[in-house]
């Protein structure tokens, strides 16, 4: 359920609620949401809540504006922030998604 991106412009790594039904997405999403402040509290910061209702998935991310692929010079410093990241997002979320229905 984890996953990194990279663009362009910006760099980011979050959940994703990935199964073939949408309807199942979105009630772990709203399931998640529920506990979105000791989820944000627990992480460290503010995540992107993105239900996505015009798709079969929702995510859970965390972005790094002005910083992506463009920036060879800060790649380092990106790699290092994507990988603290999701350490925290896998800490973060682990007890919470065992317990999705």
Request: charged fraction near 40%; charge should be positive; proline fraction near 0%.
């Amino acid at each position: 359920m984890r996953q990194s991106a990279r663009a362009y412009k910006y760099a980011g790594c979050g959940v994703y609620l990935w199964h073939e039904e949408a309807k199942v997405n979105k009630i772990r999403f709203d399931q998640l949401a529920e506990h979105k402040e000791e989820i944000e509290k627990n992480f460290g910061g503010e995540l992107n809540w993105e239900k996505l209702d015009n798709r079969r998935t929702s995510r859970i991310s965390v972005k790094f504006k002005r910083v992506g692929l463009k920036d060879k010079d800060k790649w380092d410093v990106l790699q290092t922030k994507m990988i603290d990241a999701m350490i925290r997002l896998e800490k973060t979320f682990e007890k919470h998604i065992r317990q999705l229905e």
